[in-house]
């Protein structure tokens, strides 16, 4: 069965805001592999659309080898956007999930392949409450945002978490790799 992995970059605050944080070429680099050794990637609307940013460098590459090797790597891996609001997408590798978010995941994971990478701050966050995420990689940069879209918004659990591994980068930023334990039912 395919692992379902929750990988995100956050601030030491806790928000995701790609704006906020400045990932250099040995972060790239790592996102690179990651997508590279990964099977699917999948998206909510707006990180999809954050992330078609990246089909610019295909036509006019970067002088950073780093960010065409990333932009290469989030062109090929097959991308499923959950939307409530798009009706088609034009990303050749992109495509609207058909079913809802649980029965999407689990079709899925029956299939083979490599791993399923969760790539939205929404979408972490409805897969955690359905106890669908294997693995959190959670990458925080040392910034701290003071506002902004917090990742584990509207989760009403308490979730233990087992820290599997780290992975520190020059640049302070570090990888913290999870593996939920238990979920305590709170009301």
Known sequence: MRKVIAAINM????????????????????????LNNSGTALYGRTTYQLMEYWRTFLENPSEEKSMNDFAEA?????????????????????????????????AL???AGKDILVCSPGLIVSLTQLGLIDEYQLCVHPVIAGNGLPLFKNI????SLKLITTKTFSSGAIILYYQPEDIIKTT
């Open 156 to 159: 009403n659990n308490s979730i």
């Open 74 to 106: 989030i062109d090929r891996i097959p991308k499923i956007v959950f939307s409530h609001t798009l009706t088609n997408i034009d990303w050749e590798t992109a495509s609207l999930a058909d079913q809802d978010t649980e029965k999407e995941i689990s």
């Open 109 to 111: 994971r029956q299939q």
């Open 11 to 34: 601030t030491i605050d806790g928000f995701c805001d790609h704006t906020a944080i400045s990932p250099d070429e040995e972060i790239h680099q790592h996102y690179t592999d990651l």
